[in-house]
């Protein structure tokens, strides 16, 4: 979840530009000058934050890679799709606003969230505590190249989203999954739910439904308290993997004249609304008559 810490710190700061200025058919340099010095600003804030979080205490050590591809369920590799998608698709809306052809809005946003999440993985190399994970490199890819879909279809029919509820694992286990609700929120896994939301449109050729109702299937772990599975065991803890189908939202449907609340809609939507839901945990159903 250091990737999220990244998310956040570039989104919410300039989510409202987004907003400010109108399609044009040539680059707006001022513009594009504003939005490149506002994210780099923000950035750079963010990578002092990280540093600050994540990775005090930690001892340095000659750069070096660590396979975590079996650790914590992958959450963490959803974690990096999320965060790249996020920031992708937010550069692609900026870089178009600027005077960018889609195309070429797309591949630059594409590229920039690849790099943007890349240092994360530098930083872990050089800490005793992690390794550069190719593994998480790989989902930043996916995750920065998948908004191409709107090339594709002319839309975002897949859409990831965010939710977490705390849990009583974070108390056994302070120091790895946090100590406080915001500790909490970036390291308890078990905490956190992947969505992929997409319209109901999408098997409707006649649009027969709302434009903003969607459906969305989740992703979880349980049982974690140790990111390797084995010392997970060992310790009396058997992780499982929970799938969940739910109702969602897409809130940038709604249509408002007020940038504020094209603005509030616009980041609210990557947190995925709480409705009726149905988990899988491998073993039996369980309904849920609220989930988040």
């Given amino acids: 979840m ?22 044009s058919d040539s680059i707006n340099n001022k513009f594009l000058n504003r939005v ?29 890679f660590f396979n975590d591809n079996q650790q914590w369920l992958q959450m963490d590799k959803a974690g990096h799709i999320y965060s790249a998608y996020h920031i992708s698709n937010l550069n692609f ?35 005793t505590a ?24 002319n839309q975002n029919y897949i859409y990831p ?8 694992y ?4 302070p120091n790895t999954l946090g100590s406080n609700y ?34 969305s299937i989740g992703y979880s772990g349980n049982n974690m308290l140790y990111g390797n599975p084995d010392q997970n065991l060992e310790n009396g803890y058997l992780a499982n993997r929970q799938w969940f189908l739910s109702l969602d939202l897409n809130l940038e449907k709604i249509e408002s004249n007020k940038k504020w609340v094209k603005t509030a809609l616009a ?10 839901t149905v988990e899988w945990n491998g073993k039996t159903v369980i309904l849920h008559p609220i989930y988040f």
């Fill in 161 to 168: 989203k965010f939710s977490f509820s705390r849990t009583n």
């Fill in 182 to 215: 915001i500790e909490n929120i970036l390291k308890d896994y078990n905490g956190q739910t992947y969505w992929l939301s997409t319209d109901f449109n999408l098997f409707s050729s006649q649009n027969r439904f709302p434009n903003w109702l969607q459906f």
């Fill in 93 to 127: 809306n900026l870089l178009q606003k600027s005077g960018y052809t889609p195309k070429k809005a797309m591949l630059f946003s594409s590229i920039s969230a690849s790099l943007m999440m890349l240092p994360i993985e530098i930083f872990d190399g050089f800490s």
């Fill in 130 to 153: 992690y390794g550069a994970s190719v593994g998480d490199a790989v989902a930043n890819t996916i995750g920065a190249f998948l908004p191409y879909q709107q090339l594709l279809f």
């Fill in 2 to 23: 250091k990737s999220i810490l990244i998310f956040l710190g570039v989104y919410f700061g300039i989510i409202n530009a987004s907003f400010s200025q109108s399609q």
């Fill in 36 to 64: 490149i010095i506002t994210e780099a600003s923000l950035y750079s804030v963010s990578m002092i934050g990280l540093g600050a979080v994540w990775y005090q205490g930690n001892e340095n050590q000659k750069f070096q």
């Fill in 267 to 276: 980041v609210i939507n990557i947190i995925k609304i709480p409705f009726p």
């Fill in 170 to 173: 974070a108390d056994l286990r």
